[in-house]
């Protein structure tokens, strides 16, 4: 096959990067993804209980639409979130036009109208509060999909993709990059004129070992290892009300560690995610399900140098730890036993006034899978938020482990997010360059306009 662009992976920064390309060139494009088309991603599973141990894990992070279609579907609309864009950019003014942009078109194509806000007092008050204990709230407009709509959200835009001459090849894999040319696992290959590689974090590995392959320099980044911590949703609702996606920043006492809230799920489901070899967890909120539990993500950054720097195989090996325990399954533990330095049994979260919303589960002792460490950073990050959130430290809160947030090696590029390889670009969380929807659908449309240049069209956001 010969065309003029190839995308791989049909995520927010391949799906971004083709509409930014459809809309102002007449380039020949084709999406390739190894998962699922959007209309067989749908978990029936997560439409009742928010369990996915049934989901094939391709189907959980590849697919059309990317990991984030089957996640709560938010998007964070600030640019130093997830990311940061102002760098990638050096423009302040650029990288908040490109997350207006991409919010326009999430609108577009159904998503929820409000976004939501906070007035100033109320901010001042809860960031008062968090500064009174040592914690930073960074306040955030934000818009919820919902886990059951943003399915919806993403077939309106591939259908819109579609019309603009996008070709989209679904389950195939490609298993080797070269300049100018792809090679795909049932041994054909496709030519074409421009690369631009997004294959989210599932093909982080992948696309590291392809550039490698290239002489491409990279670099190891940070990762963020931790739980998903549940509480009952009046625990946070005052919270929610201020933010719907709270992100508090704390420092720990003993080892003065990096500790951060992400994802919260109001009155939403903890999930589990299968991975090739170990599981995970994460959260789910619907916009037309709610339960009576509020979940989020507490985890710590962890950064390696000498003499190993490989922060995902640290990452993976913590995880595969875990699932041995667990015996394939997460663990599940209450937050007053891993005080007690003792593992949860189903007798005691039965008596926990927590009901868990995921019961594929192994109740045991995060304290025998993680490093004394990180779980000091929890229960003291833990301590500290109580201050500001009454409760989210009770002896009856619900922690799952792991939830690991594995960001790829970064990669080097120019401000056009192209390598040293000649028409070779990089775009998304697989590249190390974003960390979340909107940041990485705008790292997608950064590197179409770089294309677009080339072929001396000038590119620039309109709405």
Same mark, same amino acid.
């Given at each position: 096959?010969?065309?003029?662009?190839?995308?791989?992976?049909?995520?927010?920064?391949?799906?971004?990067?083709?509409?930014?390309?459809?809309?102002?060139?007449?380039?020949?494009?084709?999406?390739?993804?190894?998962?699922?088309?959007?209309?067989?991603?749908?978990?029936?599973?997560?439409?009742?209980?928010?369990?996915?141990?049934?989901?094939?894990?391709?189907?959980?992070?590849?697919?059309?639409?990317?990991?984030?279609?089957?996640?709560?579907?938010?998007?964070?609309?600030?640019?130093?979130?997830?990311?940061?864009?102002?760098?990638?950019?050096?423009?302040?003014?650029?990288?908040?036009?490109?997350?207006?942009?991409?919010?326009?078109?999430?609108?577009? *194509?159904?998503?929820?109208?409000?976004?939501?806000?906070?007035?100033?007092?109320?901010?001042?008050?809860?960031?008062?509060?968090?500064?009174?204990?040592?914690?930073?709230?960074?306040?955030?407009?934000?818009?919820?999909?919902?886990?059951?709509?943003?399915?919806?959200?993403?077939?309106?835009?591939?259908?819109?993709?579609?019309?603009?001459?996008?070709?989209?090849?679904?389950?195939?894999?490609?298993?080797?990059?070269?300049?100018?040319?792809?090679?795909?696992?049932?041994?054909?290959?496709?030519?074409?004129?421009?690369?631009?590689?997004?294959?989210?974090?599932?093909?982080?590995?992948?696309?590291?070992?392809?550039?490698?392959?290239?002489?491409?320099?990279?670099?190891?980044?940070?990762?963020?290892?931790?739980?998903?911590?549940?509480?009952?949703?009046?625990?946070?609702?005052?919270?929610?009300?201020?933010? *719907?996606?709270?992100?508090?920043?704390?420092?720990?006492?003993?080892?003065?560690?990096?500790?951060?809230?992400?994802?919260?799920?109001?009155?939403?489901?903890?999930?589990?995610?299968?991975?090739?070899?170990?599981?995970?967890?994460?959260?789910?909120?619907?916009?037309?399900?709610?339960?009576?539990?509020?979940?989020?993500?507490?985890?710590?950054?962890?950064?390696?140098?000498?003499?190993?720097?490989?922060?995902?195989?640290?990452?993976?090996?913590?995880?595969?730890?875990?699932?041995?325990?667990?015996?394939?399954?997460?663990?599940?533990?209450?937050?007053?036993?891993?005080?007690?330095?003792?593992?949860?049994?189903?007798?005691?979260?039965?008596?926990?006034?927590?009901?868990?919303?995921?019961?594929?589960?192994?109740?045991?002792?995060?304290?025998?899978?993680?490093?004394?460490?990180?779980?000091?950073?929890?229960?003291?990050?833990?301590?500290?938020?109580?201050?500001?959130?009454?409760?989210?430290?009770?002896?009856?809160?619900?922690?799952?482990?792991?939830?690991?947030?594995? *960001?790829?090696?970064?990669?080097?590029?120019?401000?056009?997010?192209?390598?040293?390889?000649?028409?070779?670009?990089?775009?998304?969380?697989?590249?190390?360059?974003?960390?979340?929807?909107?940041?990485?659908?705008?790292?997608?449309?950064?590197?179409?306009?770089?294309?677009?240049?080339?072929?001396?069209?000038?590119?620039?956001?309109?709405?």
């Amino acid at each position: 096959m010969q065309t003029d662009v190839v995308i791989i992976g049909a995520g927010p920064a391949g799906m971004f990067a083709a509409l930014e390309l459809a809309e102002k060139s007449n380039l020949k494009i084709v999406i390739i993804d190894m998962g699922r088309d959007i209309n067989e991603r749908r978990c029936p599973a997560t439409t009742i209980t928010g369990v996915c141990e049934k989901c094939n894990p391709c189907s959980q992070m590849s697919g059309v639409g990317g990991a984030g279609t089957l996640s709560s579907g938010l998007l964070n609309l600030r640019p130093d979130i997830g990311g940061n864009l102002e760098e990638l950019t050096n423009s302040s003014e650029l990288s908040w036009d490109l997350v207006r942009h991409v919010d326009d078109a999430f609108v577009r *194509y159904g998503a929820p109208q409000n976004v939501y806000t906070a007035d100033d007092e109320q901010v001042r008050d809860l960031a008062r509060k968090a500064a009174a204990s040592g914690i930073r709230f960074v306040p955030i407009p934000q818009r919820h999909m919902g886990t059951d709509n943003t399915p919806r959200v993403i077939a309106n835009f591939k259908e819109d993709l579609m019309k603009k001459g996008v070709k989209l090849l679904i389950k195939r894999k490609v298993t080797q990059l070269e300049q100018g040319k792809l090679k795909l696992e049932d041994g054909s290959d496709i030519s074409c004129n421009y690369i631009l590689a997004a294959p989210g974090r599932i093909g982080a590995a992948w696309l590291a070992e392809q550039v490698r392959k290239l002489n491409i320099p990279i670099k190891h980044g940070p990762i963020d290892i931790g739980v998903r911590v549940e509480v009952p949703a009046i625990v946070m609702d005052p919270v929610i009300e201020v933010n *719907y996606d709270p992100k508090f920043h704390i420092y720990s006492k003993t080892y003065d560690d990096f500790v951060r809230t992400f994802c919260t799920n109001a009155r939403g489901f903890v999930v589990q995610e299968v991975y090739d070899s170990t599981i995970g967890v994460n959260g789910h909120a619907m916009l037309s399900k709610k339960s009576e539990n509020t979940n989020f993500a507490f985890l710590v950054r962890v950064n390696l140098t000498e003499p190993i720097e490989d922060t995902t195989a640290y990452g993976q090996s913590l995880a595969a730890i875990t699932t041995t325990l667990g015996g394939g399954k997460p663990l599940l533990q209450r937050l007053g036993d891993l005080k007690q330095w003792r593992r949860s049994t189903w007798g005691r979260i039965r008596r926990s006034n927590v009901k868990p919303t995921l019961l594929h589960v192994t109740p045991g002792d995060i304290a025998m899978a993680f490093p004394h460490r990180i779980v000091t950073d929890i229960l003291e990050g833990l301590d500290k938020l109580d201050n500001v959130v009454p409760g989210v430290a009770s002896s009856s809160t619900l922690l799952y482990a792991p939830e690991i947030k594995f *960001y790829a090696n970064m990669i080097q590029v120019d401000q056009k997010l192209e390598t040293p390889v000649s028409n070779l670009f990089v775009a998304g969380d697989g590249a190390g360059l974003s960390g979340g929807i909107v940041t990485a659908a705008a790292t997608g449309i950064i590197a179409a306009r770089g294309i677009l240049n080339k072929e001396g069209i000038e590119a620039k956001i309109s709405s």
